[in-house]
């Protein structure tokens, strides 16, 4: 039982789910093995504070997704019962004084708060919203879901259009320079520049960077609460899979990928079981794990295993509070001054202004827990009832620090967590007015170390894999030797967040990965 | 507007019994809809990773499981193929004493026997004899029993008085788990061994109707088995075999309203205002009080029908409170040294060392009292399956039975729940001295009221679903005259453990309850029931041709 199958794929993640279903849809066997209980990577909510409250413990929420060809090809909506809600609010950043600042899902309500700031701003925003749209809708996005093109190729087509050249001038920037070229309001580019590190990975200063920002205004990316938590979605993908005749295989370990005269044969697991792949082993894990460890340096050319190893991992993990609450979080000074603060999914407080994020930075960098710190705060059962009992509520605070603190071990994390969510909460209280004691039902702390622990392939707690920098995106993500998602293993593939495009939208790489097996294995169109 | 689907049948609850029901309608070509109100499917088949550190997962609700990969349903639904595994350890049961003697239950019997006989020659012999006669018993009438849609007691009697294992049934049927095993058992420690895993399958000690129960489990052998890569594993693959056979679910979601029209139930609305209309049959996989008392609703039921559900009574003694390790090295038991065998067993019993301790129990839960003498069964799961620990650590963890209603409050866990963790692990300690907290590197909890929250089905925390007793046992299941899976709502079945057989994972109620609804629709069944009825009219007839013949 189980000894052979056409295609073994490592990691129960969104991209091998996808990949998965299309290889079930042109015929051949596939397995997922997967090194937890539960699928879907990131995509995952738990009961970790009390039974009853389900938390969203890494992604919490889905964006460009109605746009997404993968999501159409694959029927994962109307076939699979996937359920979304949409808040009214992307993100507020919350000011001083009462003050804030909105992006809204509607061009019209993020233009109304800009106002208050700067008109100046305004108009910036509305100008580079219209003249950017297309680009992004059309030309960005769809690149996404192929591999990554040579050179200049991407670049030209977006040079044809009318807002080409000034798209590409500024997208070459690092966000801060694009933002600070955008806006003359610190409010606004704050409320820019707190969105880079969570959730999309990038730091201000990254060259690139400036793409992030032209898709955060122009994208239009609908940001959206998958019901019930974002297992949910994991869970659509997971049952497209097996309908299509996948099979999942929870907590197996993979120790090796099998290589014989040079090519991926298939895998053993930790109980020393040996599984065969007759056509294609797929990883969907981190590079480092998918060959220093799995495939076994004796098997790769010295230049490649060095190139591997030197894959910079991001500069900032994720540390995480999860609540359980009797009433929702409210910030009743705020959304007294703006109502916007009351719908937002996302509340970011903290910085107060671009010097504020860059002495975040400098911390972080520094090995220190942020003394400005950026903490993103959601309350989801405001928008959906059903992720907590009936009339209670959960909480969640995300926030940037750094994997390793100076002077400490990352299992340090262990015995500091506790001390430092007082901290965290104790910030949040400056704002968040009804986080008494009393409203506490329970809370849980999340460190980046638990992190790395948990999805082996975060090394380090890096949530993107490989830094978001350019010497490590687009045709060089993460280095050009894995670009196509080939490998030089013959029948061995590299697919998730490591590869392009660096997991900016749902099951890009996946699907980029399956038009070139496709044409490897010979499958047909 | 509020979303429509429609579908042949809707089960309610993706807990073993809703998956495996919906398994064999789907199979049968019913368009279904499973609708889960958690996040995770599989009910009890519930396991989380540890909070503290990560590769550590607990296995938070059901773990000894019996036999699955013989049962028709595993067999039909080829969960093997879609990996399902269980581990057999052996022994299967250790109840260590603190004078470092243990009774062990074992694969091969005579060790079994033997562990006894240390204690008393005269039990041990009865021991041998209760297996030796009730071998036939469990084979052709309990286990056919269980795997059946229940047959009414008077005509039972009629089927079993003419044959030797029916006889043999019939005598213990009228009394209770207690009055057998003080009648065939006199050491004390024998008596809690026999006595506490009885309770632990569910069964209350003084239940009328259930000492019947005792013998054949002697019969059948207490051989936990665990599910390699937890207990969910096997929820996530009922799930798959779902997809495989064209079921749909969906989960994060539960049911608010049972349609019903006409006397007949037509669908049902979930919370979040969708309608699923069911054109065949909705089944109910959650307890009677919550199908017919919320969902349904009394003005669609006669009054006499909702007092009997209202009144459907839950166990005061099946409740648990959990303590889950996650730990560096294995829990090292004091019989060790000695023994070396004990530490292959899968359930290890600590604290239990009279029949006194027993009895006392059940007093205190029934009285909402904390168990004035801890006593607990446990595993050391990563011990048998590495995968549940990361590479040379391990998990383990004790169950203590307690009441719900603690002092008149199940909120009350939420204050103790610290300090009672340490009271059981004060307990745990003296039979396993290497649990020192150098060695445990992080603690979970379980509380009695924290089963109910997870799984809105097990009232009370009761993860039998409802009390095992005469009156709600076999064709009284959940109230006499309704041990059919049928309901007073045409269309409308239960399905889940509040029917016969009742809790545990077994899979019967839903394998049971699948065949009525088939049967009901009409549908060819493409599998082949176990029938009870007919194996016992044939082994009669025999019986009866052997008389004639000698005649």
């Known amino acids: 039982m189980d000894e052979n199958w056409d295609v073994i794929l490592i990691g129960a993640g969104q991209n091998n789910f996808a990949l998965g279903t299309y290889l079930g849809m042109a015929g051949l066997e596939t397995v997922i093995c997967e090194s937890r209980l539960e699928n879907g990577g990131r995509l995952f909510s738990e009961e970790i504070t009390l039974p009853g409250y389900w938390h969203n413990s890494l992604a919490y929420f889905q964006d460009n997704r109605e746009v997404s060809p993968v999501w159409r090809e694959l029927d994962w909506e109307n076939g699979h019962h996937a359920e979304f809600v949409t808040p009214p609010v992307i993100s507020s950043l919350l000011l001083p004084g009462g003050a804030s600042v909105s992006h809204h899902q509607d061009l019209d309500g993020t233009l109304a708060s800009l106002a208050h700031h ?75 520049l707190s969105q880079m590190a969570i959730p999309r990975g990038w730091a201000p200063d990254y060259e690139g960077g400036g793409r992030e920002v032209l898709a955060l205004i122009a994208g239009d990316e609908r940001p959206q609460l998958a019901r019930g938590g974002s297992h949910s979605i994991a869970q659509v993908l997971q049952r497209a899979y097996v309908m299509h005749g996948g099979q999942i295989r929870a907590l197996h370990h993979v120790d090796r990928i099998l290589v014989e005269d040079g090519r991926a044969v298939g895998v053993r697991l930790r109980d020393g ?83 504020d994020l860059q002495a975040m930075w400098r911390e972080i960098r520094a090995g220190e827990f942020p003394e400005h710190p950026c903490l993103h705060v959601t309350c989801p059962t405001w928008f959906d009832a059903l992720q907590a009992p009936p009339a209670k509520h959960t909480a969640s605070v995300f926030m940037p620090v750094p994997y390793q603190l100076k002077g400490h071990q990352p299992e340090d994390w262990v015995r500091l967590k506790d001390v430092f969510m007082e901290q965290v909460l104790s910030a949040l209280r400056e704002v968040a007015t009804n986080l008494t004691d009393d409203n506490i039902v329970m809370k849980v702390p999340m460190d980046p170390c638990y992190l790395a622990g948990r999805w082996q392939n975060m090394r380090r707690g890096s949530v993107w894999v490989a830094r978001k920098t350019p010497d490590q995106m687009g045709d060089n993500r993460p280095i050009p030797q894995l670009a196509q998602y080939r490998t030089p293993i013959q029948g061995l593939y590299q697919v998730g967040v490591a590869t392009h495009p660096a997991d900016a939208v749902i099951a890009g790489s996946g699907r980029a990965a399956w038009s070139v097996l496709r044409e490897d294995l010979g499958l047909g169109t | 507007m509020a979303k429509v689907m429609h579908y042949d049948g809707v089960v309610i609850g993706a807990g073993h019994n809703g998956m495996i029901c919906a398994g064999y309608l789907g199979k049968s070509g019913q368009k279904i809809l499973v609708v889960e109100k958690n996040m995770e499917v599989g009910g009890g088949l519930d396991s989380h990773e540890d909070r503290n550190y990560p590769g550590f997962w607990h296995n938070i609700h059901s773990v000894f499981h019996r036999g699955l990969m013989m049962l028709p349903w595993f067999q039909d639904l080829e969960m093997e193929r879609m990996g399902i595994h269980y581990y057999k350890p052996d022994p299967g049961v250790v109840q260590h004493f603190l004078d470092r003697t243990y009774l062990g239950w074992f694969a091969d019997v005579e060790r079994t026997i033997a562990t006894i006989e240390q204690f008393s020659p005269k039990d041990a012999a009865s021991f041998r004899d209760i297996w030796g006669r009730w071998q036939p018993v469990v084979k052709n009438v309990v286990f056919p029993e269980t795997y059946c849609p229940p047959i009414p007691i008077d005509e039972k009697r009629s089927l079993l008085e003419g044959l030797p294992e029916g006889r043999e049934y019939l005598r213990y049927f009228d009394t209770t788990p207690e009055q057998f095993i003080l009648e065939h058992f006199e050491h004390t420690r024998v008596r809690a061994f026999i006595g506490f895993l009885a309770v632990m399958r569910g069964y209350e000690l003084d239940a009328p109707n259930t000492g019947y129960l005792v013998p054949a489990m002697i019969a059948w052998g207490v051989n936990p088995q665990l599910c390699r890569g937890t207990s969910h594993a096997l929820g996530d693959n009922l799930a798959h075999m779902l997809s495989h056979n064209g079921v749909d679910y969906i989960e994060a979601v539960g049911v608010e309203r049972i349609l019903v029209e006409g006397g007949r139930a037509t669908g049902v609305v979930l919370e979040d205002g969708t309608v699923v209309h069911a054109k065949s049959f909705v089944a109910s996989n959650v307890n009677p009080v919550e199908t017919f008392i919320k969902l349904v609703g009394a003005e669609n039921l006669d009054s006499e029908f909702s007092a009997k559900a209202a009144a459907f009574k839950f166990s005061k003694t099946t409740p648990i409170f959990a303590t889950n390790l996650a730990l560096n090295e294995r829990p090292r038991y004091i019989t060790e040294d000695a023994h070396p065998e004990v530490a292959e067993s899968f359930m290890h019993i600590v604290g239990l060392e009279t029949y006194e301790d027993l009895r006392n129990l059940f007093d205190d839960c029934r009285t909402g009292q904390l168990p004035r003498k801890p006593f607990m069964n446990g595993a050391t799961p990563s011990y048998h399956d590495p995968t549940q620990a990361p590479p040379g650590k391990a998990t383990a963890f004790m169950w203590q039975l307690s009441p719900y209603n603690l002092w008149g409050n199940p909120l009350n866990w939420d204050k103790v729940r610290g300090e009672w963790f340490e009271r059981q692990l004060g307990v745990w300690r003296q039979y396993a001295p290497n649990l020192t907290e150098d060695n445990i590197l992080s603690r979970d909890s379980t509380t009695p009221l924290d089963i109910e929250r997870h799984d809105r089905n097990m009232y009370e925390g009761d993860w039998m679903v409802g009390e095992y007793t005469g009156d709600q046992a076999l064709e009284n299941r959940p109230f006499p005259g309704w041990g059919h899976y049928r309901t007073p709502v045409t269309g409308l079945y239960l399905c889940g453990s509040s029917c016969h057989p009742g809790g545990n994972i077994t899979g019967a109620p839903g394998y049971n309850a699948a065949q009525t609804i088939a049967r009901d629709l009409g549908l060819k069944l493409w599998w082949e029931p176990l029938d009870l009825r007919r194996q016992l009219r044939e082994m009669n007839d025999r019986v009866a041709a052997s008389a004639t013949a000698a005649g």
Do not use: C
């Open chain 1, 273 to 355: 079981r040996e599984w065969k792949a007759r056509r294609a082993v797929v990883s969907n894990v981190d590079p480092h794990g998918t060959f220093i460890d799995m495939v076994g340096e004796e098997h790769l050319d010295g230049g490649f295993a060095q190139a591997v190893r030197a894959i910079e991992p991001d500069e900032f993990s994720y540390f995480q509070v999860h609540l359980a609450l009797k009433a929702p979080l409210r910030f009743a000074v705020h959304e007294a001054a703006d109502g916007a603060v009351g719908q937002a999914m996302n509340v970011n407080y903290g910085p107060r202004s671009v010097k």
């Open chain 1, 118 to 192: 700067s008109a100046a701003d305004r108009a910036a925003w509305k100008d580079a919203h219209e003249r950017f749209r297309g680009i992004v809708r059309d030309i960005v996005i769809p690149s996404y879901y192929a591999p990554p093109e040579a050179p200049g190729a991407l670049e030209e087509r977006i040079a044809a259009d009318p807002a080409g050249s000034d798209f590409l001038r500024l997208a070459h920037m690092s966000a801060a320079e694009a933002t600070e070229h955008l806006f003359e309001s610190d409010a606004v580019r704050t409320l820019v």
